[in-house]
């Protein structure tokens, strides 16, 4: 007896809160490469994040993501402070956050979870583990999370 997924698969928005041109375009590939419905959204730190899900200036039309992918270490706002400031801010705090990072310390991992991340992933090294992560990220959070609604 096979488990059924708890919803049914969905395209998806993804918010990438990432500074790097080379790691942007790496995951914008590899989620290619794995075959999600995914929309990926794409901005360079904390500061151009908290516009984007506020909807300021030139985001003013842009989706709710359902899931924010985070890196820490970022110009202007690195990643812990943006989830401070996320999970202070009631109408985005429900939006689930996995912070993926090549970072590995245990000290990272704690920062980020005392501040409400939802995950903390270090980033494989190869590209392959890397498409597998983000299939496995992808299948459980399009596949089987049920994600409150948006406030209004």
């Known amino acids: 007896m096979s488990a059924a997924p708890a919803s049914p698969a969905r395209a998806y ?3 990438l ?3 790097s ?17 995914a929309e990926l ?12 899900l506020r909807k ?5 039309a842009s989706p ?8 820490l270490n970022m110009p202007r706002m690195d ?30 991992a704690t920062a980020s979870y005392a501040r409400g991340a939802n995950a903390f992933v270090t980033k494989p090294a190869e590209y392959d583990q890397y498409v597998r992560l983000l299939v496995a990220l992808g299948q459980f959070w399009a596949h089987f999370v049920k994600l409150p609604p948006a406030p209004k």
Do not use: K, W
């Open 13 to 15: 928005t993804i918010l």
């Open 17 to 19: 809160v990432e500074d």
């Open 21 to 37: 041109p080379a790691q942007q375009a790496l995951t914008r590939r590899a989620l290619e490469d794995a075959g999600l419905q």
């Open 41 to 52: 959204q794409v901005v360079s730190d904390g500061v151009e994040a908290l516009q984007y």
């Open 56 to 60: 300021e200036g030139a985001f003013a």
């Open 64 to 71: 709710r993501p359902d899931i924010i992918l985070l890196d």
């Open 79 to 108: 990643g812990h402070t943006f989830l401070e400031q996320l999970r202070g801010d009631a109408r985005i705090a429900g939006i689930p956050v996995t912070v993926l990072t090549t970072s590995s310390a245990d000290s990272d």
